[in-house]
């Protein structure tokens, strides 16, 4: 399909891919930014020979250009140490298990017919290729497995329930640090809670923006191996309710690298721009936002953040953000889809000083927004924090991929998608939401050297009806970006496998986590596979772990998965991996229609050697 369709009733019209006028990005409340300052726009870096050239990428871009904005925090503050925080549990209360959720992020976005199957031509690791995979080398049972967050944990905290849950996660040396919707805990690596389960809002109880007090969501968190420290971040939404309040995004640092200690707390705006589905990462020199934003008519756009990282790390009340607004003015919208993924440090070993940040996208030529090719649309942010600050951002490179099919057979949405064991209501399926045409958390970014390497996925329909987890491998060598390899994990089980995370060890062996289910026997669960990194390209090769089986269903018709999960790297050897994402039991089936369970656990290739082996 080659042209972009009807928006759902619930979300703004989009800006049509034609619209060459430039639009004001906004009047710089909320989340992250108004400013001063000046900038150079974008100078791409050569793209490699099966990437767009340059003069094809000046042809795919519109004829406005996006233009920096720089401001400082709308308020800053130190933190009591969290640890004071007590577990704040509300009083026990009955609980109606056949109580809907609260949907905290209503749909907002395109619909899209399903035209069909077109086939996956990266489709190649099967149940025969896992049976042939070399011996012995196979995948790690898990290390340790401890229970997260839950839904019960809301309703503890704060009354009722909630859809989805946003499961997300980090590891530092000592610690694990968890969020949800609307929660967030502190273990040890053994999984003794440390701190919580406390309302997110509490990260930020006192503070002088009453707005990132409230348990809002879309939390995520990110540790900075590089600093040692302890990124913790949500929205606010008191602007969907009244146009007059801006929106912010709540950052707090920690002060050092303990994450039950003090934080440096900062609010960001973004203007009247909502801010939906923020995702972090970790850069040298700035600490990398990506947003989905909606203005307060029709406007809808990608918004591109970076904050000051030395200054934030310093706790200075000035640190600077700088904001890119991204529209169908600027760059036609299938190349920005639905959002862009930030990169994630992996690793000690840094990227060159003042390298320009990939930021990467995926496009579906059958999805929503009308674009010509499969493909991935990879774009560069540099930031110079000078005391008069220079920006750039722009499009460095666009690389066709294998083939692939986002669209499922209960398009115009993905909602009621993928049945499970024992429910025949078609309103109790869940959500593959593979049709948002956007890679799935993390950007996971690693420097070797002699390349740097990107490692992403997103969800697909592998087979007819069957989802499955598309994943590359992205290298960029003096300055050009090609897909290395790229594959879609899809045994031939009927097992649906979805919403999942990829990242690579110090070996650059290969990782990737995910959720599945069936409609006979497979409960929502949580799984694991890998690969080394010298076996053939494009293949999971060995075998899959369990995180844990599922023993219950979701029996809402609120039928939200995800949105995201997080799958990391144990910053102590380098090697262990460690996945955050939802499941249901049996007993949580039994406490609500939508009692989804959190599960940690931490597993490693057979290769990989800890840095002083």
């Given amino acids: 399909m080659k042209r972009t369709t009807p928006w759902s009733s619930r979300t703004p019209t989009p800006l049509v891919q034609e619209a060459r006028t430039r639009r004001p990005a906004g009047r710089g409340r909320g989340l992250l930014v108004a400013g001063l300052g000046l900038a150079l726009l974008s100078a791409c870096s050569a793209p490699s020979p099966d990437a767009a050239q340059p003069a094809a990428l000046d042809s795919l871009m519109a004829a406005g250009r996006p233009t920096p904005t720089f401001s400082e925090p709308a308020a800053f503050d130190v933190s009591p140490a969290f640890g004071t925080l007590a577990r704040r549990m509300g009083p026990a209360m009955p609980s109606d298990p056949l109580a809907e959720p609260l949907d905290i992020r209503p749909e907002r976005g395109p619909v899209q017919r399903d035209l069909g199957f077109s086939g996956d031509a990266a489709l190649r690791d099967d149940t025969s290729a896992l049976r042939s995979a070399r011996p012995p080398a196979s995948i790690s049972a898990p290390l340790v497995t401890f229970e997260g967050l839950s839904n019960q944990d809301n309703f503890n905290l704060l009354g009722f329930r909630v859809n989805p849950p946003d499961p997300v996660g980090d590891v530092g040396p000592n610690h694990y640090v968890e969020m949800t919707n609307l929660a967030f805990a502190v273990y040890d690596k053994q999984g003794r809670v440390l701190l919580g389960p406390s309302k997110i809002g509490d990260l930020w109880a006192g503070f002088a923006v009453p707005d990132c007090t409230d348990a809002s969501g879309d939390p995520i968190v990110v540790y900075d191996q590089l600093a040692d420290r302890w990124i913790l971040s949500q929205f606010t939404t008191r602007g969907l309710n009244d146009p007059a309040l801006p929106f912010y995004n709540c950052v707090a640092i920690s002060a050092t690298g303990d994450p039950t200690g003090t934080y440096y707390r900062y609010a960001f705006t973004s203007g009247n721009f909502f801010p939906d589905y923020p995702k972090y990462g970790v850069w040298t020199d700035s600490y990398i936002l990506t947003t989905r934003e909606f203005g307060p008519t029709v406007e809808y756009g990608i918004g591109v953040y970076a904050l000051e990282k030395n200054k934030m790390l310093a706790g200075d009340p000035k640190a600077r953000a700088v904001r890119f607004f991204l529209d169908s003015a600027v760059v036609p919208i299938n190349l920005m889809g639905d959002g862009l993924l930030p990169p994630d440090i992996d690793g000690t070993r840094r990227p060159q000083a003042r390298i320009a940040a990939p930021i990467v996208g995926t496009q579906d030529d059958g999805g929503p927004y009308g674009a010509d090719k499969d493909a991935l649309n990879i774009y560069e942010l540099s930031v110079q924090w000078n005391s008069k600050p220079l920006a750039s951002f722009g499009l460095a490179a666009q690389v066709p991929v294998a083939a692939f099919d986002s669209?499922?057979?209960?398009?115009?949405?993905?909602?009621?998608?993928?049945?499970?064991p024992g429910l025949t209501n078609p309103d109790q399926k869940?959500?593959?939401?593979?049709?948002?045409?956007?890679?799935?958390?993390?950007?996971?970014?690693?420097?070797?050297?002699?390349?740097?390497?990107?490692?992403?996925?997103?969800?697909?329909?592998?087979?007819?009806?069957?989802?499955?987890?598309?994943?590359?491998?992205?290298?960029?060598?003096?300055?050009?970006?090609?897909?290395?390899?790229?594959?879609?994990?899809a045994p031939d089980d009927g097992v649906q496998r979805w919403m999942g995370s990829v990242a690579m060890d110090r070996a650059?062996?290969?990782?990737?986590?995910?959720?599945?289910?069936?409609?006979?026997?497979?409960?929502?669960?949580?799984?694991?596979?890998?690969r080394l990194r010298g076996d053939p390209l494009g293949q999971m090769t060995l075998g899959e772990g369990t995180i844990i089986n599922g023993t219950g269903v979701q029996r809402s018709v609120n039928s939200r998965w995800g949105d995201y999960s997080s799958l990391n790297i144990d910053p102590i050897d380098d090697c262990t991996f460690w996945y955050v994402n939802e499941?249901?039991?049996?007993?949580?089936?039994a406490s609500s229609v939508v009692g989804w369970q959190t599960r940690i656990g931490s597993f490693k290739t057979p290769e990989c050697k800890r840095k002083e082996d």
């Fill in 407 to 420: 669209i499922f057979p209960c398009a115009p949405t993905s909602r009621d998608c993928l049945a499970q």
């Fill in 508 to 530: 650059g062996n290969m990782a990737l986590g995910y959720s599945v289910v069936n409609g006979v026997d497979v409960f929502p669960g949580i799984r694991y596979t890998g």
């Fill in 430 to 489: 869940i959500d593959i939401l593979s049709y948002r045409q956007r890679p799935t958390f993390r950007l996971a970014y690693r420097n070797f050297g002699e390349y740097e390497a990107l490692v992403t996925g997103q969800s697909v329909e592998a087979r007819p009806g069957v989802a499955g987890m598309r994943w590359y491998e992205i290298r960029r060598s003096g300055g050009r970006y090609s897909v290395y390899q790229q594959g879609t994990h």
């Fill in 583 to 589: 499941y249901y039991s049996a007993a949580g089936q």
